[in-house]
């Protein structure tokens, strides 16, 4: 770089020139060369996105961060599915360290259940219980004190959240019930549509169809 260094500011360093007096994110020959880089297509694979004057994101903020696809939905997730249905979305999932069958996905609720006969079956003890009182309503209608509260681990492929199960003693065709706090402590989108949830696991996009 053209200059007196010694006039420089010696708190700023460029990695790129190997210099003092700018930052590398401020550094406009290095952000020109990028460009020039995206325009001929070799960047394809890396986020980069100007944010105005003297600061940027992407390759620079991010280094070599990998550009996630969109966590969304779109007609090929309906392949492998029969259409048109109107079933609900039910999973496998890797509860207390089992692996638990018909699991309901309700991103219509905002409490996650747990039905007594897998309480036992997990071998959870009721003195575990924190106290819940407030009353659900069951599949068939009626009233249902729980029988408290519990918290337990809830894995879907590299992906492990704790979830604060209310516990009840009830018919259910289903095991399980998890619902929004689930899905936004995993940050995971569900489409009954599609059969599927979608969630983020590092820089890609992971899938679980339901059953």
Not at 13 to 41: A, F, I, P, S
Not at 98 to 121: E, T
Not at 126 to 133: F, P, Q
Not at 160 to 176: E, G, K, L, Q, R
Request: glycine share 10%.
């Amino acid at each position: 770089m053209a200059g007196d260094p010694m006039r420089c500011n010696q708190n700023l360093h460029c990695h790129y020139h190997q210099e003092m007096g700018h930052t590398t994110e401020d550094c406009r020959t290095l952000w020109n060369h990028l460009e020039q880089l995206v325009k001929e297509g070799r960047l394809k694979q890396f986020l980069y996105r100007p944010n105005g004057q003297g600061s940027h994101s992407g390759v620079m903020n991010q280094g070599s961060t990998l550009s996630r696809p969109p966590l969304g939905f779109s007609k090929d997730d309906k392949i492998g599915t029969i259409q048109p249905h109107d079933d609900t979305v039910v999973v496998t999932l890797r509860i207390g360290g089992y692996d638990v069958r018909r699991v309901m996905v309700d991103q219509g609720s905002g409490a996650d259940i747990m039905y007594l006969d897998l309480f036992k079956g997990l071998n959870l003890k009721l003195e575990d219980l924190a106290a819940y009182d407030l009353p659900l309503i069951s599949f068939e209608g009626k009233a249902v004190i729980p029988k408290g509260q519990i918290r337990s681990p809830v894995q879907l492929g590299p992906e492990v959240v704790d979830v604060d199960f209310i516990v009840v003693d009830a018919y259910s065709p289903y095991t399980v019930i998890v619902a929004r706090p689930w899905l936004h402590a995993l940050g995971a989108v569900s489409s009954t549509l599609h059969v599927k949830i979608k969630f983020p696991s590092g820089d890609q996009i992971e899938k679980l169809l339901g059953s």
